[in-house]
């Protein structure tokens, strides 16, 4: 399986709608390359940018539904958009959508853990509640967001939802870069799962991004990884390795704390 992740920059210049069309094209432009096609954590308005968030909300059918759905359906791709602001009444969410390659939504996940130590996205979004998974021909695809790569009890809970691979859009802080690098292998490893890691890059309320998205196979090996810049990072996946893996090594029969029985994944 093909997957292509694109590192887009995010410039506060830009206007938002330059942007979405930006994404849109260079989604479009995949089409006969990949199967799967990846974009970063709020790219429409920056992951920092909190003062924005608000008048940058959309509803879930809102303009960046509705392009990405039309850029999945040209380029006949599965299409992770990323997240954007959703509102929900006086909520907002940072929520992330799933697209098939006829255009059809088949997952949406609200970003668990929010960021910002009682600031910023912890106190404006509204935390979400509930694990997704989504499966592609032969993988099961599950979802996280940035910050939520700190916690590994969520890609346990999604691997007994049954994820054979992880996708996590993520705006990380090029100072804290080695922590995404560390984390993203790290939850390859424990997990026997492939990491697909898109960030962004540029730099957006004064927080230089880190880019640097990375493609990690379940044995912890980093197959791609991006620069800081703008770019498209392209990778090439086994559906198959996982299960392999887990079947010549395997460390994820052994657990004993925290087995249960396994959360219904929304999907």
Known sequence: MRASLIQIAVDPDEPVAARRARAARLVREERGSADLVVLPELWTVGAFAADLFAAGSEPLHGPTYEA???????????????????????????????????????????KIHRFGFDRGEAALMTAGEDLVTFDLPHLTVGVGTCYD??????????????????????????????????????????????????????THAGVEQAGHSLVVDPWGEVLAEAGPGEEVLRAVLDPAQPAAIREDFPALKDRVLGVEAPAKPRV
């Open 149 to 202: 790569l700190r916690f590994p009890e969520l890609f346990r809970g999604l691997v007994d939802a049954g994820a054979e691979a992880f996708v996590v859009p993520a705006g990380w802080p090029a100072r804290r870069r080695g922590h995404w690098t560390l984390l993203a292998r790290a939850r390859a490893v424990e997990n026997q799962a492939y990491v697909l890691a898109c960030g962004t890059a540029g």
């Open 68 to 110: 990405m759905a039309a850029a999945a359906r040209d380029a006949e791709v599965w299409l992770h958009a990323g997240s954007f602001v959703e509102a929900v009444g006086d909520a907002l969410y940072n929520t992330s959508l799933v697209f098939s390659p006829d255009g059809e939504l088949v997952a949406s996940y609200r």
